[in-house]
């Protein structure tokens, strides 16, 4: 079963890099890539980085994503008051035969 | 740019059926490239990947081991959206319901574009 583990709170101050993690915890053979998305109070989700480190067009440089096995991280420099927000990770998972979600790390910009 | 639209009814008694629909525009729900997810967020649940439906020359569907005795997904070409149907609903599934979308085809990507979400309380 795959589970993905995130630190449930984070923080810095504006300019600072912060970096968010997500542990992948599976039994799932075939490494499917990790994809991140920011939420914003009251809203949607929307996919920051996808295929462990692609930006979306429209997502600024100051994001980034990287992947080493079975640990993935986002990580943001250039801190803004706006960056506050929860931020989720998520990949497919063949022996689920299903999408899982971490359990999202809320970012606070002191 | 795809948008997706959720609408139903935001109050449900226990052990009735949950339907919500997902309007879509811009893209068309038979593309042989894009995949149409439910998606749901509580706080206790997180947020929590229900089902989805795609066409590949037929109608594919996979559901969430936890819900997939309950859930029914299913398109409507006529008017280019697709459902969620979640029968005998308990308090458990009171949660703000969201669509999305996955347009690259490979059905392992990522979600490209949500609905805005819809509240649905169970009560």
């Known amino acids: 079963q795959s589970v993905l583990t995130q630190p449930p709170s984070a923080s810095g101050t504006p300019g600072q890099r912060v970096s968010i993690s997500c542990s992948i915890g599976s039994s799932d053979i075939v490494a499917h890539p990790i994809s991140w998305y920011q939420q914003l109070p009251g809203t949607a989700p929307k996919v920051l980085m996808y295929?462990?480190?692609q930006r979306p067009s429209g997502v600024p440089a100051r994001f980034s994503g990287s992947r080493s096995g079975t640990s993935a991280s986002l990580a943001i420099s250039g801190l803004r008051s706006d960056d506050e927000a929860d931020y989720f990770c998520?990949?497919?998972?063949?022996?689920?035969?299903?999408?899982?979600f971490g359990g999202g790390t809320k970012l606070t910009v002191l | 740019q795809v948008q997706l639209q959720e609408s139903g009814p935001g109050l449900v008694k226990p052990s009735q059926t949950l339907s919500l629909t997902c309007a879509i525009s811009g893209d068309s729900v038979s593309s042989n490239s894009a995949v149409w997810n439910w998606i749901r967020q509580s706080p206790s649940r997180g947020l929590e990947w229900l089902g989805r439906?795609?066409?590949?020359?037929?109608?594919?569907?996979d559901y969430a081991s936890s819900v997939k005795s309950r859930l029914t997904i299913n398109a409507d070409t006529s008017k280019n959206q697709f459902s969620l149907q979640l029968k005998s609903v308990t308090p458990e599934d009171t949660a703000v319901y969201y669509c999305?979308?996955?347009?690259?085809?490979?059905?392992?990507?990522?979600?490209?574009?949500w609905g805005p979400g819809t509240l649905v309380t169970v009560s």
């Open positions: 999305a979308n996955d347009l690259t085809g490979a059905l392992w990507d990522y979600f490209d574009s």
């Open positions: 295929r462990n480190d």
């Open positions: 998520a990949k497919w998972d063949d022996s689920l035969r299903g999408w899982v």
């Open positions: 439906t795609y066409y590949r020359s037929q109608w594919y569907h």
